[in-house]
């Protein structure tokens, strides 16, 4: 039975995570603290991984209740010099800092090891989500990441923090969360194997796409959006920003040979994607834990 094993939340988008066993759904959908904060350069344009490679070499830790953010340096980073100028913030020493909006916190350390000035920006509603028309957690299963790091022989941590899920589902198969965004149609399940090229053919043209599903976590219940189309971040190491050879091309072919035969892809574009965005339209308060089965 497929479980929630794990919850992660990304308190300032593109800094490290943070583990809890149990999070405070809103009534947006969004995690409580999830993407609450995001640094935008002085012109107001947001700063972020896909923007700098630097954010790979700083070590985030927080205290969220205190709203306290701990900042250091990776010497994997510093070591591997895979940032231009990244030698230049080896003098950076570890600080704590409040979490407040504006110039302050931790604003001018990180404008030093990002080489950009930075403010941080405050949303408690329902924070900064990279889809605003699905602002629910994401969600992708154990199986699934496990799956992406035997392609590219790296361990299960290095997989998470590259694809950065805030739910992580256990006790079923590699990329079974396809089937919530991009579920079968009855009676068509067509063979990839009798399909030309490394890339499916559409055998669903003629037909009105299938409705992704709703599920349900506990007593909170969410929809199924989308299969996440992946940005530049996952193609770089979480702790040095070195960039992992021929990564999306090596990804998209192992994604389309491997695409369970019951999933309708016409939509998808590309194979470029992982996991899937969600939305919930209960407009009120729930609580999601570790350990509770998801239901239909």
């Known amino acids: 039975m497929p479980t929630l094993d794990r919850i992660t939340l990304y308190p300032v988008k593109s800094l490290d995570g943070v583990d809890v066993d149990e999070a405070r759904v809103l009534p947006s959908g969004g995690l409580e603290f999830d993407r609450r904060w995001r640094l935008v350069d002085l012109d107001g344009r947001v700063v972020n991984a896909k923007r700098s490679a630097r954010f790979h070499a700083i070590r985030a830790e927080f205290a969220l209740a205190e709203r306290l953010v701990s900042l250091s340096i990776d010497p994997a980073a510093l070591a591997a010099r895979a940032t231009p100028g990244i030698e230049q913030v080896a003098a950076l020493s570890p600080e704590s800092f409040h979490l407040v909006p504006g110039p302050d916190?931790?604003?001018?350390?990180?404008?030093?090891a990002l080489s950009i000035g930075v403010l941080l920006?405050?949303?408690a509603d329902g924070g900064f989500p990279d889809d605003r028309d699905a602002p629910g957690p994401t969600l992708v299963s154990t199986a699934?990441?496990?799956?992406v790091a035997r392609w590219f022989g790296f361990d299960l941590a290095e997989s998470r923090?590259?694809?950065r899920a805030n739910l992580e589902i256990g006790g079923c198969d590699a990329f079974w969360e396809d089937t919530l965004a991009s579920p079968a149609r009855p009676g068509l399940a067509p063979s990839l194997a009798d399909l030309p090229g490394d890339i499916p053919a559409d055998p669903y043209a003629s037909l009105p796409p299938p409705e992704p599903k709703e599920f349900s976590i506990g007593e909170a219940r969410f929809k199924a959006t989308n299969v996440c189309k992946r940005c530049v971040v996952p193609t770089r190491d979480s702790r040095s920003g070195a960039i992992t050879s021929h990564f999306r091309d090596a990804f998209e072919a192992r994604r389309g040979r491997g695409l369970r035969p019951d999933i309708d892809a016409s939509g998808w574009g590309l194979?470029?994607?992982l996991g899937v965005n969600t939305a919930s339209h209960l407009r009120r308060e729930n609580r999601l834990s570790r350990g509770t089965e998801l239901g239909s």
């Not at 916190?105 to 030093?112: F, Q, R, T």
């Not at 699934?144 to 799956?147: I, K, M």
């Open 271 to 273: 194979f470029y994607r």
């Open 105 to 112: 916190g931790p604003c001018g350390w990180l404008s030093e």
């Open 161 to 163: 923090r590259r694809f």
């Open 121 to 123: 920006e405050e949303r």
């Open 144 to 147: 699934s990441l496990a799956e």
